[in-house]
């Protein structure tokens, strides 16, 4: 199965006080549904994976993959500290339905190069397509578009990549370019602010965060119906609010998707966190009708 199109990559809903919230969970996941995504993802950055409990990241994947039921391609994020726990994630996610699994190199203490390949290769053996997530710094640890080219070439299975390094779209040309056939495509990220311009460098897809994916699902429909123009112009009355999903990340994603009423809290772990201030939300709000025409008529901003 070829993965292509807008991957959304699902939150993790909390109450107030933090808790995993199981009914936005299903609301986000019909949400996503109801905008024809193209696949989901969990967990990853943008599901906040760094605050939730080994036992809570395998319940996000039952409880995704149950709810999902093979409508589309589930991604799961099994990036870990160390080799062994991946391993673990990994075959966890397997045995429920993975259709494909994704992950950064270690993320806490950094490997070395060699281990970094070791690690792809673990994972690769266990017999579903594997993605590297090249995320930047400080928790990423990226690669090259020549070593990721080489690890498409010489591990089986590893077939794509999520570049969020920058320069991102110099560097899916440049993956593309040496990784050839071995690539089956490399996918954005970055809240999808730099889609249509990936799209045009050849990349498969995109895997954005929140509350705007009913409107970036259209303008990737719209480009690969050959409807360049329409998709641009859409993608230009959505970058203010992308500017502002940038700038804060699950905050900006949480809210937005609660002012929706697809979550019941935009309450967010990550401890590192900025909270939108009264400023940014009515800025939020200003900006909003540029795009309220695209969005689904069942899921208002209110």
Not at 77 to 91: M, N
Not at 133 to 148: C, D, K, R, S, Y
Not at 206 to 222: E, H, R, T
Request: charged fraction near 20%; include cysteine.
């Amino acid at each position: 199965m070829a993965l292509a199109g807008i991957f959304q990559i699902l939150h993790t809903p909390f109450t107030d006080d933090g808790t995993i919230d199981w009914q936005s969970f299903a609301n986000q996941i019909d949400y996503c549904m109801a905008a024809k995504v193209h696949g989901l993802v969990l967990p990853a950055m943008a599901s906040e994976f760094f605050t939730l409990s080994d036992e809570e990241r395998y319940d996000v994947v039952e409880f995704a993959s149950t709810a999902i039921d093979g409508r589309v391609p589930l991604v799961v994020g099994v990036q870990a500290i160390t080799l062994h726990l991946a391993l673990k994630f990994a075959e966890h996610a397997i045995a429920h339905k993975a259709d494909a699994l994704m992950a950064m190199p270690p993320y806490l203490r950094k490997a070395a190069k060699p281990d970094v390949e070791a690690y792809y290769k673990a994972l690769a053996s266990l017999g579903v397509p594997l993605m590297i997530q090249n995320a930047p710094a400080p928790v990423g640890t990226p690669l090259g578009p020549a070593e990721l080219a080489s690890l498409l070439e010489t591990v089986p299975n590893l077939c794509y990549i999520k570049e969020e390094t920058p320069p991102i779209l110099q560097r899916i040309t440049k993956i593309l370019d040496l990784a050839g056939p071995h690539c089956d495509g490399v996918f954005g990220g970055a809240n999808g602010i730099y889609l249509v311009d990936e799209l045009e460098r050849g990349a498969c897809g995109n895997m954005p965060a929140g509350g705007l994916v009913d409107v970036q699902v259209k303008i990737y429909d719209m480009y690969t119906a050959g409807q360049k123009a329409a998709a641009e112009a859409l993608n230009h009355r959505l970058l203010p609010l992308l500017n502002y999903a940038a700038m804060y990340g699950a905050s900006f994603h949480k809210f937005v998707l609660w002012r929706r009423g697809v979550l019941n809290s935009p309450h967010v772990r990550d401890p590192q966190r900025t909270d939108l201030d009264t400023g940014d939300i009515r800025a939020i709000e200003h900006l909003w009708p540029l795009i309220a025409d695209e969005c689904l008529p069942r899921y208002p901003y209110r």
